[in-house]
């Protein structure tokens, strides 16, 4: 038994959206490394008196510079350079401020580190690279903080009441880590993907590969992670391995591989018990990179085995934008798609263990 293609229930989901990239969080740094080697080597910064970034004044970009090379010289990845930045950017706007808030009326700097002993002396948080070496020193700290989104990674040092309080900054923190670097770097692709950022379009990398339909149900249909492909669940599985870093054999994400009761995860049926059997989160609220699961002729799936699909993207109105493959009925079964779906349509979402929902 195959999974069949998904069933577009006009009632339930919204007219189809179609985006264009998304935006990857991983930094390519030159053409000739393998992706999964990109998120390494901090950025060198390259500065000076005429140096401009549209929306930036000189202050603030010499702050951006003093983050990067206190980065740099802690071997932080670039991805943590620009969580740096961004959090600085969600603070204090790139300012040495010497004053708080509200929340912490003794907050200073450039991260509004607090006077608890934790960040130094007041010298110490009004020092633009001082205050951003303990910073790091915190974040590289965290465990697993390089497969976190930015925002929550951010979060898990600075501890705020909203955790997703810095995702608005981090376009912000690509645009100025890109244009005070002196390595010239792409932002499309992945590698080793983080979650919250989950590929860039039609990416799959066995998207000309013969369907069992076409090949059979053989050895010549079954893709490297032993599912067939251009299967909805091959392409879910393609992202999840993404997001853990695994881009190329041997992969850390298998079917065969994935429950630790020996089970293979199977087909799209039971996809939700095989997350209950590792014990990976799950919920109702959609997270850019989470595996969207549809219980048989939920929403239009499949009446027998239905449907996974990946997050995309998020939007503010109740919706939100799914990617994946064989969401559509023949002819144009077993190819990419991306939809506009309400966020109540799916049985539930499927999350990264380094995915959290926000409450």
Same mark, same amino acid.
């Given at each position: 038994?195959?999974?069949?293609?998904?069933?577009?229930?006009?009632?339930?989901?919204?007219?189809?959206?179609?985006? @264009?990239?998304?935006? %990857? =969080?991983?930094?390519? !740094? $030159?053409? #000739?490394?393998?992706?999964?080697? +990109?998120? *390494?080597?901090?950025?060198?910064?390259?500065?000076?008196?005429?140096?401009?970034?549209?929306?930036?004044?000189?202050?603030?970009?010499?702050?951006?510079?003093?983050?990067?090379?206190?980065?740099?010289?802690?071997?932080?990845?670039?991805? @943590?350079?620009?969580? %740096? =930045?961004?959090?600085? !950017? $969600?603070? #204090?706007?790139?300012?040495?401020? +010497?004053? *708080?808030?509200?929340?912490?009326?003794?907050?200073?700097?450039?991260?509004?580190?607090?006077?608890?002993?934790?960040?130094?002396?007041?010298?110490?948080?009004?020092?633009?690279?001082?205050?951003?070496?303990?910073?790091?020193?915190?974040?590289?700290?965290?465990?697993?903080?390089?497969?976190?989104?930015?925002?929550?990674?951010?979060?898990?040092?600075?501890?705020?009441?909203?955790?997703?309080?810095?995702?608005?900054?981090?376009?912000?923190?690509?645009?100025?880590?890109?244009?005070?670097?002196?390595?010239?770097?792409?932002?499309?692709?992945?590698?080793?993907?983080?979650?919250?950022?989950?590929?860039?379009?039609?990416?799959?990398?066995?998207?000309?590969?013969?369907?069992?339909?076409?090949?059979?149900?053989?050895?010549?249909?079954?893709?490297?992670?032993?599912?067939?492909?251009?299967?909805?669940?091959?392409?879910?599985?393609?992202?999840?391995?993404?997001?853990?870093?695994?881009?190329?054999?041997?992969?850390?994400?298998?079917?065969?591989?994935?429950?630790?009761?020996?089970?293979?995860?199977?087909?799209?049926?039971?996809?939700?018990?095989?997350?209950?059997?590792?014990?990976?989160?799950?919920?109702?609220?959609?997270?850019?990179?989470?595996?969207?699961?549809?219980?048989?002729?939920?929403?239009?799936?499949?009446?027998?085995?239905?449907?996974?699909?990946?997050?995309?993207?998020?939007?503010?109105?109740?919706?939100?934008?799914?990617?994946?493959?064989?969401?559509?009925?023949?002819?144009?079964?077993?190819?990419?798609?991306?939809?506009?779906?309400?966020?109540?349509?799916?049985?539930?979402?499927?999350?990264?263990?380094?995915?959290?929902?926000?409450?």
């Amino acid at each position: 038994m195959k999974p069949k293609g998904l069933q577009i229930g006009a009632v339930l989901l919204v007219p189809a959206t179609f985006l @264009g990239l998304v935006l %990857s =969080v991983v930094l390519l !740094l $030159g053409d #000739s490394k393998p992706a999964s080697a +990109d998120c *390494g080597p901090a950025v060198s910064v390259a500065i000076s008196a005429e140096s401009k970034v549209d929306g930036y004044s000189t202050e603030q970009l010499r702050n951006a510079a003093a983050i990067m090379n206190a980065g740099r010289s802690l071997n932080l990845s670039a991805k @943590g350079q620009m969580v %740096s =930045v961004m959090v600085a !950017l $969600g603070e #204090s706007g790139l300012r040495v401020l +010497d004053k *708080g808030d509200g929340a912490g009326p003794d907050s200073r700097g450039l991260f509004q580190q607090r006077d608890n002993g934790s960040w130094g002396s007041y010298a110490d948080r009004m020092d633009p690279t001082r205050s951003t070496t303990n910073f790091i020193k915190a974040l590289q700290a965290v465990p697993g903080w390089e497969l976190l989104e930015p925002t929550l990674a951010g979060n898990k040092v600075q501890r705020n009441a909203d955790p997703y309080h810095y995702q608005k900054y981090w376009p912000e923190a690509v645009k100025l880590v890109q244009a005070l670097s002196k390595s010239k770097f792409s932002l499309q692709g992945s590698g080793c993907a983080i979650p919250g950022q989950s590929g860039a379009g039609d990416d799959y990398p066995w998207k000309n590969s013969p369907t069992w339909l076409q090949a059979g149900a053989n050895t010549a249909s079954t893709s490297p992670l032993g599912m067939y492909y251009r299967e909805c669940v091959d392409f879910a599985l393609w992202r999840v391995n993404q997001q853990m870093g695994s881009t190329s054999a041997p992969f850390k994400v298998l079917n065969g591989t994935f429950r630790p009761d020996g089970q293979g995860l199977g087909s799209a049926l039971t996809w939700r018990a095989g997350w209950d059997a590792k014990a990976w989160p799950t919920g109702s609220t959609p997270r850019v990179g989470a595996v969207v699961w549809y219980a048989p002729g939920a929403g239009g799936a499949d009446p027998t085995f239905g449907h996974v699909a990946v997050v995309k993207d998020v939007n503010t109105n109740g919706t939100y934008v799914e990617e994946g493959y064989n969401g559509n009925p023949a002819p144009a079964d077993h190819r990419y798609y991306t939809r506009t779906v309400a966020n109540t349509v799916p049985s539930a979402f499927l999350y990264l263990p380094a995915q959290e929902e926000k409450k």
